[in-house]
């Protein structure tokens, strides 16, 4: 059996602008998604401290572009989330973007909110898309897009090669999957999701969201790559959206 560590999260939005209130309702939405979360400490020289106005502060930073880790402060039971800023030169259709990246115990309580948390993440950023994978299955999916020193990725597995984030054509375009997806509608259309005569089986574990993107889980226990049923829906869903990490043939 994998270790599969925590739960880690990111999702892909546009770029931080000046007095952009996403940082705040990002980290709202999160506390709102995992009941009695208080995100308000910091990391600093590699020690905890209190953030007493938080959101005062957290506005500070995004006028300078940044969105800086905040954690819950429970050293035994840490939640992290941050965001990064990525540029034009390294990002899909040449658009600078923002990552908001989130790190989770993967325990009952997170496994039973795992959608809600992507899905407040996501949209508290107005991500264009995002996904959720425990660590252990999240390494085999990053060998994907790493490329080798010999040069093109070399995927565990038999999962397929994925191109370089700045070779996707859109930023709507998922990168890759991971156990739990948002698809904002936008991105949902641009890979074809759904369509009802091919994707009952992912439409039965699949929701609505706020504004209309979807939250779709590929199996019902986290993502485990050395189950070989979890193995084949992920290779499934691959096959089923070749749009994701730019495979599609113009």
């Keep these: 059996m994998t270790t599969q560590g925590p739960l880690l999260l990111k ?17 709202h939405a999160l506390e709102r ?13 590699r020690r ?17 572009g940044e969105f800086p880790m905040v954690c819950n402060g429970d050293e035994h039971y840490p939640v992290m ?33 795992a959608a809600d948390v992507l899905g407040a993440v996501a949209e508290g950023a107005r991500a264009f898309w995002g996904q959720a994978t425990p660590d252990g299955a999240a390494l085999d999916i990053a060998y994907q897009i790493a490329p080798t020193r010999e040069g ?26 991971g156990w739990l997806n948002y698809w904002s509608e936008a991105a949902a259309r641009a890979i074809g999701f759904p369509d009802p005569a ?11 969201t706020a504004t209309a993107g979807w939250i779709v889980q590929l199996t019902e226990a986290p993502l485990d790559l050395d189950d070989p049923a979890h193995l084949e829906a992920l290779k499934r869903a691959y096959e089923r959206f070749p749009e994701i990490g730019g495979r599609a043939t113009p």
């Design 11 to 27: 999702v892909y939005a546009p770029a931080l602008v000046q007095d952009d209130n996403r940082t705040i309702a990002t980290v």
């Design 33 to 45: 998604a995992l009941p009695g979360l208080r995100l308000d400490w910091k990391v600093t020289k």
């Design 48 to 64: 905890l401290a209190a953030i007493p106005q938080r959101d005062t502060w957290l506005a500070e930073a995004t006028t300078r």
């Design 81 to 113: 989330l941050s965001g990064q800023s990525e540029s034009a030169y390294v990002s899909p259709g040449g658009q600078p973007q923002l990552q908001v990246h989130a790190k989770l115990p993967l325990d009952v309580v997170v496994i039973a909110a």
């Design 152 to 177: 093109p990725p070399s995927p565990r597995r038999g999962l397929p090669a994925l191109k370089l984030f700045e070779h996707i054509r859109s930023p709507e375009i998922p990168y890759y999957l």
């Design 198 to 208: 091919r994707d009952t089986e992912l439409l039965s574990r699949s929701r609505r």
